[in-house]
Every structure is written in C-alpha cells, then in structure tokens.
C-alpha cells in the first residue's frame, strides 16, 4: 500500500514569510508525528497527534510552529515568519497502535520536505 | 531522562567487510522500546527493526543482526559482508515512558567498493 507522503518535497522561501508543510500518513494509522532534521544532525521531535486526542506539542521550538490533522488523517505544519535557523528537513511519520500501548509502535516515515529560509 | 548514544559519527569501510554499528540507551523505564532505522541518501528513513525491553533474543534477518544486551544497555547492529548499498545513516532509537521517541545523533556508514 501507499506510505507516507509529504509534499511539498522541497521550499525555498524568504525569510519572515509563512509556509505550510503537508503529511499524509498512511491510511488508517491513527498516531501521525513530525520531526526536524537539521543538516548533519538527529532528529527532533516536534508534535505528536493520536487519534482525537489532544495533540503533544512539547517538542515545537516557539509559537511560530503549530500543526493540526484534520480529520484524523492529513496534517500541516506551519511556521510562521520563517527564520533562517528554520532550514531543515521536515520529517513526518505515522503509527498504528494495533492495541499496544501508545506511541510505541514502529514509525513509517515519509520523504521529508526540505525547507530552505534565505 | 532517556537518552540513546551512537558513539561512532563516521565508519568507512571496504566492500564484503563486517561492520558493526554501536547504540548504547538511557532510561530508568523497565518497559521500553528499540529501534534502528536506515536514513539512505534519498533521505527517507527506512525501519530496521523494533525490540521490547522483555525481549532480549538477539536476532539475524540476512545480513544484518542485532545484538540487545540489557547489562550494559546496548543494542548493537551488525552488517555482515557490507556492500555499497548499505552506505546510509543510521539512527538507533528509543521509546521509554511514553511515546516522544528519542533518536541518537546517527552513524554514517561509507562502504567503498
């Protein structure tokens, strides 16, 4: 079946305009998660959505990034007036939960979108 | 706090070498869980393999195993006669007390022909 999708794959943007990020997950898991990847380094978590809970937004750097998945299915990230610490790739990742406990089970991750602020 | 190490930054290594990968973990959790994924440079991070704490068989899928020692809280990856197409980054992870996982910082394997 299809895995996860995210688009646009690149953005090139000015700084201090907005951009908005799309992930589609793969159908029917519940749990979606976005991550940033800075060049040469790891990935930090920003946001987790499971099912119609209230999201975990623990992980976003400032009040210029939020998310929402509409639906339960598709999710966009927004920032806002981008900076340029901003470039990175953004990862998106879906989950089923399958009956185990939350958040535990594997991540299927989709192509990222290369976010570059100049 | 949980935190996963990969000690190694960079390994290059030659064609049909052994090569083996380190991931040591952090967590006061007694339920947790652990991962390895292959960030090829296509960029899209591929899953590896998924471990409970409970379970510490080690395990053999091809040329790859992995070696889970809850002593010394490491969960190794070996790749066994290494080929070009193994270069990739690869990240080791863990789920502990939640569901935030945490992801090492990467090891970037080179394998020359």
């Known amino acids: 079946g299809a895995g996860v999708s995210q688009s646009p794959s690149n953005k090139v943007t000015e700084k201090g305009k907005d951009v908005e990020l799309r992930c589609d997950p793969i159908s029917g898991h519940t749990a979606l998660y976005w991550y940033r990847q800075s060049l040469g380094q790891g990935l930090e978590f920003l946001i987790y959505?499971?099912?119609?809970?209230?999201?975990?937004k623990s992980g976003l750097p400032s009040d210029r990034f939020s998310a929402e998945r509409t639906g339960g299915s598709v999710s966009t990230l927004t920032i806002q007036r981008t900076q340029q610490e901003d470039s990175a790739v953004y990862l998106c990742a879906s989950s089923s939960t399958s009956g185990r406990a939350r958040g535990t089970d594997t991540q299927y991750f989709g192509p990222g979108t290369r976010l570059t602020v100049l | 706090a949980q935190k996963v190490t990969q000690a190694q930054t960079e390994i290059s290594v030659v064609e049909k070498e052994d090569v083996t990968l380190d991931c040591v973990y952090e967590?006061?959790?007694?339920?947790?869980?652990l991962f390895w994924y292959k960030q090829p440079p296509s960029g899209e991070l591929v899953f590896l393999i998924r471990?409970?704490?409970?379970?510490?068989q080690n395990e053999i899928s091809g040329r790859y195993s992995w070696n889970f020692q809850k002593s010394t809280s490491s969960f190794n990856f070996t790749i066994t006669a290494s080929q070009v197409v193994d270069s990739a980054v690869y990240f080791c992870?863990?789920?502990?007390?939640?569901?935030?996982?945490?992801f090492g910082a990467g090891t970037r394997l080179f394998v020359k022909a």
């Open positions: 967590t006061r959790d007694t339920t947790y869980y």
């Open positions: 992870a863990l789920i502990a007390g939640g569901f935030k996982t945490i």
């Open positions: 959505f499971q099912g119609n809970s209230a999201p975990d």
């Open positions: 471990r409970n704490s409970f379970d510490e």
